[in-house]
């Protein structure tokens, strides 16, 4: 969805949110030209803050592009921001139930739109030490099968600057350094076509993090570790998508 068919909750969002964000952070963008093709698009950035989903929105507006986002299916259900959400364009996500099906059809019809679907394949900010990433879930993989639209990273460092989830503690200064990259979208094409079993998924999400790794090695230097396992992380489902936002 390009800026010239944006709704009026959509405006209303950014005329509240663009202009804080402009202030907040002293960006870098790079690779915006991979997110203009037309068509649909699964965005997957790394997990490092829960400032990341406005750092992200305000890179993937400005590439040209409507950010869609995956959010519990509950909060949509809250009254007026579950409709206000629901008139942005974001996308209700049922986790764990029978009805987790629907929400791949959801996120299917997003892109057969010509939508951009944002997915944090770790599901969570990440419990690494060094915020590193973690082992991913395998919604985005489960979702690049089932249409075949183009997987695009998008590795960031900076967001942790704004709020760090290791001591929950919030920066209010002003720009903020935060680097936002964007690489070419991946070559899934050796699983095309391919079953989406346990085996498959996790072969292609193991792909995606490892590209996103890499990507944040660039940005941070350094040498990056093994993709981190979460302690008590449970092992994805052949059942139900685990897109989580």
């Not at 989903?53 to 869609?68: C, E, K, N, T």
């Not at 629901?86 to 996308?91: D, L, S, T, W």
């Not at 944090?120 to 879930?137: F, I, L, N, S, V």
Request: hydrophobic share 40%; net charge positive.
């Amino acid at each position: 969805m390009t800026r010239r068919r944006l709704g009026f909750w959509q405006r209303f969002a950014v005329v509240l949110v663009k202009p804080v964000m402009t202030v907040w952070s002293r960006r870098t963008w790079q690779g915006m030209e991979h997110l203009r093709e037309p068509g649909g698009v699964i965005i997957v950035p790394n997990h490092l803050s829960h400032a990341d989903p406005l750092v992200s929105a305000h890179f993937v507006y400005d590439s040209g592009r409507w950010p869609q986002f995956l959010g519990k299916a509950s909060v949509f259900r809250v009254p007026v921001i579950g409709w206000i959400l629901h008139r942005c364009k974001q996308i209700p996500v049922e986790r764990g139930t029978v009805d987790a099906v629907k929400s791949l059809d959801k996120l299917v019809a997003a892109l057969d739109a010509g939508g951009a679907v944002v997915i944090y394949p770790e599901g969570t900010t990440t419990r690494h030490p060094d915020m590193w990433p973690m082992k991913g879930k395998t919604g985005a993989a489960r979702l690049a099968l089932a249409t075949g639209a183009p997987v695009v990273p998008v590795a960031m460092w900076g967001p942790e600057k704004i709020f760090d989830p290791r001591t929950n503690r919030l920066s209010l200064r002003p720009r903020i350094p935060v680097t936002v990259v964007a690489g070419p979208p991946m070559d899934l094409s050796r699983w095309a076509g391919a079953t989406p079993t346990r085996a498959t998924l996790e072969e292609m999400t193991e792909a995606i993090m490892l590209r996103l790794r890499d990507m944040l090695a660039e940005i941070r230097g350094g040498t990056p570790p093994p993709l981190w396992e979460r302690p008590g992380r449970s092992r994805p489902s052949d059942q139900h998508p685990e897109a989580a936002a």
